[in-house]
């Protein structure tokens, strides 16, 4: 696989503020990348320096192959950018929108006449493309600004924030919308919702105070966090008893306990035999498997829930 | 640097000023027209004849300046910060591949347009209903006039729509520096009028080489070469200094 996105000990710094530090990534080619982190981790100060939007204080970064620093023009060429803010013209339809769009991009009337009219349709906006953006709930004005990223079809897609402002049926329908353009094309975006991130990304990167601290697929981030997989045991009375008896097995890695429930990380799933046999006669009364969340790694990783 | 990103975002903005020609046209015919009618028609008989020419057509070239320089310099300076700090489109425009000298360019051509449109308004409707009237072969002369004075103005728009970042500080420059240099630059009454010593200062403004040159222009059809010149080269260094400054403002 060849890399999308590069970027090597990236920095910025405002005055005294370091939003990036020292920061490595890599993205493959046609997958789905996330980017996770709670507000002000840095998460649009990068896009911003891959989209070349800001430029970095050091380090580098590439995009395609093209440097951040010297090649914005090439870049720009085969990225499409969905930021946080629609950034709609409200004077203009929705189809001049995405005339001038097209424009700026070079492409030629009798080009983008047809791609239009094909995305609109795709996006479900045909019918209303003489009307006026701010006409259009928040979920056609984002699937609106998505089809104007899409227009010039993008190598690399970078998408800040899809979702955030919209209820729960309109980010859904982005999410079958970003699902349904990947493909050839790189996906790269960032989110602070976890579930988001869970559904659509290939690899996860979770970042904090300008820092890359983890990296890896939705599996990969939670087996690392466990080391295996935890249940949740529920016993009619003598919980405290149980769980100190459990806590010295060798194969439990983490004990909780609340009321008559203890929680139990094990390091692999197939010890869950030892332990039954170690409680061979507690009044046990439900034993279930606990799946740990994208959340429950990110609360491990950056001390802190994801939108504080 | 090419303008193909220039002329798009001054076809986008001549487009949104077709679509309301009718009201932008309303509004800026409205203020000169009834300062003419105020000062022009009712001072007539109370003023007479000013540096040998009725008051009425001594400000009516004056007029036609302030209505064109005026909508240019508000056309770029209301419509940069509200593309760069309301509609985030100027971020759309940086994420093609065009440059941010395009996107400049754009803003000033499409400030000049405005104050060119409005500035012909004015001076149709003027011409249409009062006997203010010139020679057709005294235009060109004006012109020459309008067209740098408008480019000033836009180019001064798009700077401080680049450096202001609160709506209310757009008024405050408007109402300190914008009315008063084109107030006191000799459009209502001959610079004779000030005291001696301030004269020297008041020629050396670009706004009274404009205002002034604009009206020996289209009134007496000569050509003021100086004041031709002092204007052409403050369009020029307020180019300059909007292309730069805007430049800065989207490095940083």
């Not at chain 1, 204080?57 to 085969?78: C, K, M, N, P, Y």
């Not at chain 1, 970003?178 to 790269?188: D, K, L, Y």
């Not at chain 1, 009375?237 to 139990?264: D, W």
């Not at chain 2, 909508?71 to 309301?86: D, T």
Request: charged share 20%; net charge neutral.
């Amino acid at each position: 696989m060849s890399t999308a996105i590069l970027a090597r000990s990236l920095t910025k710094q405002y005055g005294q503020l370091t939003a990036l530090s020292d920061f490595d990534l890599e993205v493959e080619q046609g997958s789905i990348f996330g980017l996770l982190g709670p507000n002000g981790a840095g998460k649009t100060t990068l896009i911003r320096i891959l989209t070349t939007l800001m430029a970095q204080t050091s380090g580098e970064a590439f995009v395609e192959g093209h440097d951040t620093r010297t090649q914005g023009r090439e870049i720009r060429r085969l990225i499409g950018v969905v930021p946080q803010e629609n950034s709609l013209d409200r004077y203009l339809t929705a189809r001049e929108n995405l005339e001038l769009h097209a424009r700026l991009h070079g492409m030629e009337a009798r080009h983008y006449r047809s791609r239009i009219d094909e995305l609109l349709e795709l996006m479900g906006l045909a019918g209303r493309q003489r009307d006026f953006p701010d006409t259009f709930s928040g979920g056609m004005q984002r699937r609106l600004v998505v089809t104007r990223a899409l227009l010039h079809d993008p190598r690399v897609l970078f998408l800040d924030e899809p979702t955030t402002g919209l209820d729960p049926q309109s980010r859904r329908a982005v999410w079958d919308y970003v699902r349904s353009i990947a493909g050839n094309m790189t996906i790269f975006l960032t989110t602070h919702y976890l579930e988001e991130a869970e559904q659509l990304c290939d690899r996860i990167a979770i970042m904090d105070h300008g820092r890359l601290i983890a990296l890896g697929s939705t599996q990969e981030l939670k087996d690392r966090l466990t080391g295996g997989t935890a249940y949740q045991i529920e016993f009619e009375a003598g919980a405290e008893r149980y769980a100190e008896l459990l806590k010295g097995m060798t194969c439990v890695r983490e004990i909780e306990v609340e009321g008559q429930t203890v929680c139990v990380a094990l390091a692999q799933w197939e010890c869950l035999s030892e332990v039954l046999a170690a409680l061979n006669g507690a009044p046990v009364r439900r034993i279930s498997l606990r799946e740990r969340t994208l959340e429950d790694v990110f609360i491990s990783l950056t001390g802190t829930g994801v939108s504080e | 640097m090419t303008l193909r990103g220039s002329l798009a975002i001054w076809r986008r903005d001549m487009l949104v000023l077709r679509r309301n020609i009718l009201s932008e046209l309303v509004a800026v015919i409205a203020y000169p027209l009834t300062i003419y009618l105020a000062f022009g028609i009712g001072m007539k008989g109370y003023i007479g004849l000013v540096e040998g020419v009725p008051y009425s057509m001594f400000i009516a070239p004056g007029l036609i300046t302030m209505t064109a320089v005026n909508a240019a310099y508000s056309e770029s300076v209301w419509s940069l910060w509200f593309h760069r700090r309301v509609q985030f489109t100027i971020d759309s425009y940086r994420v093609t591949p065009i440059s941010v000298s395009e996107i400049v360019v754009g803003k000033i051509l499409s400030g000049f347009s405005h104050g060119l449109v409005k500035g012909l308004a004015v001076g149709l409707v003027i011409f249409a209903i009062t006997p203010f009237r010139f020679p057709p072969g005294h235009l060109l002369a004006y012109l020459a006039f309008l067209v740098p004075g408008s480019a000033f103005f836009s180019c001064a728009g798009v700077i401080c729509g680049t450096i202001m970042d609160k709506p209310e500080t757009i008024g405050k420059v408007e109402a300190v520096f914008i009315m008063p240099l084109i107030f006191m630059s000799g459009l209502f009454f001959p610079l004779s009028s000030y005291p001696a010593p301030l004269i020297p200062w008041v020629r050396a403004l670009p706004t009274t080489a404009l205002f002034e040159g604009a009206r020996q222009s289209l009134v007496s059809g000569g050509f003021a070469f100086g004041y031709g010149l002092q204007v052409a080269a403050t369009a020029l260094l307020t180019f300059i200094a909007a292309v730069w400054m805007f430049r800065r403002k989207m490095a940083e």
